[in-house]
């Protein structure tokens, strides 16, 4: 294979990558305060980018309004499965909540589905130029663009994370949170704060792969699902840093795998990857140290 | 200061307070021994708000707590220093220190007293930039007084805080929470040293099976019946664990 | 008999095997997201054993059961020792690539004149065995609750033996159950091997009740009703996911009530459930009360 292959491919894959980083970075801020997967992620930013996508072919609204639309609508759905699967639950129903989360991913795909009843939809495009030409390299400015909004928005959270009061009390929350509430942290306000916050990144990113695609299918719910949770577990659960992680290195193989051996090999790619990484490794890219933490957390769930 | 009346706090089925009364009186250091299993941990959760007594009730600074949330108890000046330390891991000392001034507005203030913890704690603030769950267990332990004081609370309660530590440094947190009684904050804690634990209390308590079984000053009771009740239960029921 | 009720029936029955194989692993403390990996390999291979080597019915049907508890064996090995997450991760990651690998599968032969087999995406049709033999809808589905009786007879049988105590007992606390001496391996490998043959059986009636799968019949959804069904109808007894089932094709399809709004209402539903009764509304507290007032009842009876 050419080097020109070789890095023309890592480069599209780091682009969809970063798309997959911030989806893995809301199942790991969710994942982390709730110590459960939330599997109505997926659906939650589905729902958000439908709404924005009804108001773009219903109303003509332009791209900043769709976007507002898509976070607000994401985090209020997100607040919906906060409430109805997660919140009523305790320690004793983990299972439950999470299986409770499963439904509603139907509930709420369903629901979109009488939204937007065609398969494919239209979305106001990021940006209408050519692609730019960097030597033999093809680069589209519209990936340009994702790939830089993905490394602010995980510059933000991680800036929200490290030097704030919220990031504190969410940080303390997802490592002890007993001791968090023993320091006079609101526990549930703090969850309920990290998951809507979870919810309007997801729909950043939902926003961002449609508006690169121009288009909107029915089986956003799943791909979201799909990718995030891998890169999570590829990166290690639990850790934001290893969400990014997770998700670049997810783009790149795949982006590699399609270009040898196609595209339904490169949907293989995150599973079988998750597959051999959860047989052998279950720690993930961050390696025994988050494995030993997360594996406590895991044994609970 | 502190009133406790008739708590009863269940898991499940399970009793593990069964209509437990004491007082903390302010100013002073109140002592709880027993033997493991009494409740005292229940106890302390159940006061600081982590678990929710079913019935009874509990009184701070003649304000009516029971039940309530955590947080809303930190607020009113109560600051738990838990079983186990239970710091925040994978967050630096630092980080630990600023979390228990969570509720706190006062950022200037905060950083002061951050400042006075690392006077009084100087291994901790050698420390300040480590995560706490590389700590010692001593160094632990410091660190979640020293977090349970960045609330500036009127009253500290302490669950067990010499367990596993050795004697040297088991001493030196008997000296800190003498001193910080000087300095007027109210001290109820529950311990297994019973010899350290009778040294420093003003009054203290015996608890059995989710019940107190004694309350006076150190000096009523023999010092070893203390430690053989603290640690077997009543005479009677030493006795009949001895019949079988 | 109308046919529409037959066909509701026969489907009812046949998603109980799926059903019933998540509960097997659901007992076994595992929540499984990818059963339906195992009911679409029995399809395929008792719908191959029938159609491309014609095989008798019956062979082909345990061909498939064999060759999905052989797939559970295997897979077991590689993540029985997980738990929690990480387990249904990992068979939700061999459920996805088995489907992907279905959509890549070709095996064509030309059988009296015909080119028949799975053909990769477009899946697999004309499995028409029972047509072939004379079988009608009505008889398919006696075969397939008569199937059915059999499996549930057997995981009564078990329920009330050793291995159903131990089984609950890995499933309740495997730490405890370690301490106490019990392989957990083993009996989570034992539980794999079954719920593996159980959805395999399962697949192989699917495939020629159907005369045509594809992948997409056995994609995720199918797996994550699998697993609410047991949820919601209890795991306090083999009776509970069929009672899932029920609810959901039984009351929901075939009265139409709710037509497209369908998974909406069952979703909502699922999940209050969930709030209201964790282990489902035939758990192990209400299967006592009732096996308590039977017992009862017969006393004073006789």
Same mark, same amino acid.
């Given at each position: 294979?050419?080097?020109?292959?070789?890095?023309?491919?890592?480069?599209?894959?780091?682009?969809?990558?970063?798309?997959?980083?911030?989806?893995?970075?809301?199942?790991?801020?969710?994942?982390?305060?709730?110590?459960?997967?939330?599997? %109505?992620?997926?659906?939650?930013?589905?729902?958000?980018?439908?709404?924005?996508?009804?108001?773009?072919?219903?109303?003509?609204?332009?791209?900043?309004?769709?976007?507002?639309?898509?976070?607000?609508?994401?985090?209020?759905?997100?607040?919906?499965?906060?409430?109805?699967?997660?919140?009523?639950?305790?320690?004793?129903?983990?299972?439950?909540?999470?299986?409770?989360?499963?439904?509603?991913?139907?509930?709420?795909?369903?629901? %979109?589905?009488?939204?937007?009843?065609?398969?494919?939809?239209?979305?106001?495009?990021?940006?209408?130029?050519?692609?730019?030409?960097?030597?033999?390299?093809?680069?589209?400015?519209?990936?340009?663009?994702?790939?830089?909004?993905?490394?602010?928005?995980?510059?933000?959270?991680?800036?929200?994370?490290?030097?704030?009061?919220?990031?504190?009390?969410?940080?303390?929350?997802?490592?002890?949170?007993?001791?968090?509430?023993?320091?006079?942290?609101?526990?549930?306000?703090?969850?309920?704060?990290?998951?809507?916050? %979870?919810?309007?990144?997801?729909?950043?990113?939902?926003?961002?792969?449609?508006?690169?695609?121009?288009?909107?299918?029915?089986?956003?719910?799943?791909? %979201?699902?799909?990718?995030?949770?891998?890169?999570?577990?590829?990166?290690?659960?639990?850790?934001?840093?290893?969400?990014?992680?997770?998700?670049?290195?997810?783009?790149?193989?795949?982006?590699?795998?399609?270009?040898?051996?196609?595209?339904?090999?490169?949907?293989?790619?995150?599973?079988?990857?998750?597959?051999?990484?959860?047989?052998?490794?279950?720690?993930?890219?961050?390696?025994?140290?988050?494995?030993?933490?997360?594996?406590?957390?895991?044994?609970?769930? | 200061?502190?009133?406790?009346?008739?708590?009863?706090?269940?898991?499940?089925?399970?009793?593990?307070?069964?209509?437990?009364?004491?007082?903390?009186?302010?100013? +002073?250091?109140?002592?709880?021994?027993?033997?493991?299993?009494?409740?005292?941990?229940?106890?302390?959760?159940?006061?600081?708000?982590?678990?929710?007594?079913?019935?009874?009730?509990?009184?701070?600074?003649?304000?009516?707590?029971?039940?309530?949330?955590?947080?809303?108890?930190?607020?009113?000046?109560?600051?738990?220093?838990?079983?186990?330390?239970?710091?925040?891991?994978?967050?630096?000392?630092?980080?630990?220190?600023? #979390?228990?001034?969570?509720?706190?507005?006062?950022?200037?203030?905060? #950083?002061?007293?951050?400042?006075?913890?690392?006077?009084?704690?100087?291994?901790?603030?050698? +420390?300040?930039?480590?995560?706490?769950?590389?700590?010692?267990?001593?160094?632990?332990?410091?660190?979640?007084?020293? +977090? #349970?004081?960045?609330?500036?609370?009127?009253?500290?309660?302490?669950?067990?805080?010499?367990?596993?530590?050795?004697?040297?440094?088991?001493?030196?947190?008997?000296?800190?929470?003498?001193?910080?009684?000087?300095?007027?904050?109210?001290?109820?804690?529950?311990?297994?040293?019973?010899?350290?634990?009778?040294?420093?209390?003003?009054?203290?308590?015996?608890?059995?099976?989710? +019940?107190?079984?004694?309350?006076?000053?150190?000096?009523?009771?023999?010092?070893?019946?203390?430690?053989?009740? #603290?640690?077997?239960?009543?005479?009677?029921?030493?006795?009949?664990?001895?019949?079988? | 008999?109308?046919? /529409?009720?037959?066909?509701?029936?026969?489907?009812?029955?046949?998603?109980?095997?799926?059903?019933?194989?998540?509960?097997?692993?659901?007992?076994?403390?595992?929540?499984?997201?990818?059963?339906?990996?195992?009911?679409?390999?029995?399809?395929?291979?008792?719908?191959?054993?029938?159609?491309?080597?014609?095989?008798?019915?019956?062979?082909?049907?345990?061909?498939?059961?064999?060759?999905?508890?052989?797939?559970?064996?295997?897979?077991?090995?590689?993540?029985?020792?997980?738990?929690?997450?990480?387990?249904?991760?990992?068979? $939700?990651?061999?459920?996805?690539?088995?489907?992907?690998?279905?959509?890549?599968?070709?095996?064509?032969?030309?059988?009296?004149?015909?080119?028949?087999?799975?053909?990769?995406?477009?899946?697999?049709?004309?499995?028409?065995?029972?047509?072939?033999?004379?079988?009608?809808?009505?008889?398919?589905?006696?075969?397939?609750?008569?199937?059915?009786?059999?499996?549930?007879?057997?995981?009564?049988?078990?329920?009330?033996?050793?291995?159903?105590?131990?089984?609950?007992?890995?499933?309740?606390?495997?730490?405890?159950?370690?301490?106490?001496?019990?392989?957990?391996?083993?009996?989570?490998?034992?539980?794999?091997?079954?719920?593996?043959?159980?959805?395999?059986?399962?697949?192989?009636?699917?495939?020629?009740?159907?005369? /045509?799968?594809?992948?997409?019949?056995?994609?995720?959804?199918?797996?994550?009703?699998?697993?609410?069904?047991?949820?919601?109808?209890?795991?306090?007894?083999?009776?509970?996911?069929?009672?899932?089932?029920?609810?959901?094709?039984?009351?929901?399809?075939?009265?139409?009530?709710?037509?497209?709004?369908?998974?909406?209402?069952?979703?909502?539903?699922?999940?209050?459930?969930?709030?209201?009764?964790?282990?489902? $509304?035939?758990?192990?507290?209400?299967?006592?009360?009732?096996?308590?007032?039977?017992?009862?009842?017969?006393?004073?009876?006789?």
């Amino acid at each position: 294979m050419a080097p020109v292959d070789l890095a023309q491919n890592t480069l599209d894959g780091l682009m969809i990558g970063s798309s997959y980083a911030l989806l893995a970075i809301g199942f790991t801020l969710i994942f982390g305060v709730m110590r459960r997967l939330n599997l %109505a992620y997926g659906p939650t930013i589905m729902a958000g980018v439908y709404l924005g996508t009804a108001a773009f072919i219903s109303f003509g609204a332009p791209s900043l309004i769709v976007l507002a639309i898509v976070i607000i609508g994401a985090s209020l759905v997100g607040l919906y499965v906060e409430r109805l699967c997660f919140r009523p639950f305790g320690e004793a129903a983990r299972t439950a909540s999470m299986v409770a989360s499963f439904a509603l991913w139907m509930q709420i795909e369903e629901a %979109a589905m009488h939204m937007l009843p065609q398969h494919m939809n239209p979305f106001p495009p990021l940006l209408a130029a050519p692609p730019l030409e960097i030597g033999p390299l093809m680069l589209r400015a519209d990936h340009l663009i994702m790939l830089a909004a993905t490394l602010l928005l995980a510059g933000a959270v991680t800036y929200l994370l490290a030097r704030t009061k919220l990031g504190l009390a969410i940080r303390a929350v997802i490592d002890q949170p007993r001791a968090a509430a023993i320091v006079g942290i609101h526990v549930e306000r703090i969850m309920m704060l990290t998951f809507v916050l %979870a919810s309007a990144i997801g729909g950043f990113a939902g926003f961002l792969i449609a508006a690169t695609d121009a288009q909107v299918t029915a089986m956003m719910g799943m791909w %979201a699902t799909t990718k995030g949770l891998v890169a999570m577990m590829l990166g290690g659960l639990g850790s934001v840093r290893g969400a990014i992680a997770g998700g670049l290195l997810l783009g790149v193989l795949e982006a590699h795998a399609q270009w040898f051996l196609g595209p339904q090999v490169r949907d293989m790619v995150a599973w079988g990857l998750l597959f051999v990484i959860l047989a052998f490794w279950p720690g993930g890219l961050m390696g025994a140290k988050a494995l030993d933490r997360t594996m406590a957390v895991g044994r609970r769930v | 200061m502190l009133d406790v009346q008739d708590i009863v706090t269940a898991y499940g089925k399970i009793e593990a307070l069964k209509g437990v009364s004491l007082a903390a009186a302010e100013g +002073r250091i109140t002592c709880l021994l027993g033997p493991n299993g009494a409740g005292k941990t229940t106890l302390m959760y159940s006061i600081a708000g982590v678990l929710k007594p079913r019935r009874g009730a509990i009184r701070l600074g003649g304000v009516d707590i029971t039940g309530q949330s955590p947080s809303a108890i930190v607020a009113r000046g109560l600051a738990l220093v838990p079983e186990n330390r239970l710091v925040f891991p994978q967050m630096t000392v630092a980080e630990n220190l600023e #979390a228990g001034a969570y509720q706190r507005r006062d950022a200037a203030e905060v #950083a002061v007293d951050i400042e006075r913890m690392y006077a009084r704690f100087p291994r901790l603030k050698e +420390r300040r930039t480590q995560l706490a769950g590389t700590l010692s267990g001593g160094e632990q332990q410091m660190l979640a007084v020293a +977090r #349970a004081l960045m609330s500036r609370p009127r009253i500290l309660l302490l669950d067990e805080p010499s367990l596993g530590l050795a004697p040297l440094i088991v001493e030196e947190i008997f000296r800190i929470v003498g001193e910080l009684n000087k300095d007027g904050v109210t001290i109820f804690l529950v311990e297994q040293n019973v010899h350290m634990a009778l040294k420093v209390a003003h009054h203290f308590y015996l608890m059995e099976q989710g +019940r107190v079984t004694f309350s006076g000053e150190p000096g009523k009771l023999a010092e070893d019946e203390v430690i053989q009740r #603290a640690y077997l239960g009543t005479s009677r029921q030493a006795s009949s664990h001895k019949t079988g | 008999m109308d046919t /529409y009720v037959i066909t509701v029936l026969s489907n009812i029955g046949m998603i109980s095997f799926v059903a019933l194989s998540a509960y097997i692993l659901l007992l076994s403390g595992q929540i499984s997201f990818g059963q339906q990996a195992y009911f679409g390999i029995g399809a395929y291979t008792a719908g191959i054993a029938t159609v491309m080597w014609q095989w008798p019915i019956a062979g082909a049907l345990v061909l498939g059961a064999l060759a999905a508890s052989a797939a559970a064996g295997l897979v077991g090995l590689a993540t029985l020792r997980l738990s929690g997450i990480y387990f249904a991760m990992a068979t $939700l990651a061999f459920a996805e690539i088995m489907r992907i690998a279905a959509e890549l599968f070709v095996y064509r032969r030309e059988i009296g004149g015909i080119e028949t087999g799975p053909d990769g995406i477009d899946g697999f049709r004309d499995i028409r065995y029972f047509f072939a033999n004379d079988i009608s809808p009505f008889q398919s589905c006696l075969i397939v609750y008569a199937l059915l009786a059999a499996v549930l007879a057997s995981l009564f049988i078990v329920e009330r033996t050793r291995g159903g105590r131990l089984l609950r007992q890995v499933g309740e606390d495997p730490l405890l159950a370690e301490v106490q001496g019990i392989d957990v391996m083993r009996v989570r490998m034992a539980a794999a091997l079954s719920a593996g043959a159980v959805a395999g059986l399962g697949g192989g009636l699917y495939a020629h009740l159907m005369t /045509y799968v594809e992948p997409r019949s056995f994609d995720i959804m199918l797996g994550v009703h699998a697993l609410a069904y047991g949820l919601i109808g209890g795991l306090g007894t083999a009776l509970g996911p069929l009672l899932g089932v029920l609810i959901d094709i039984g009351l929901l399809e075939s009265t139409r009530i709710f037509r497209g709004y369908r998974m909406i209402v069952f979703g909502g539903l699922v999940a209050v459930l969930l709030i209201v009764r964790p282990r489902g $509304l035939l758990d192990e507290v209400a299967i006592n009360r009732i096996r308590q007032a039977l017992r009862r009842r017969r006393r004073a009876g006789g």
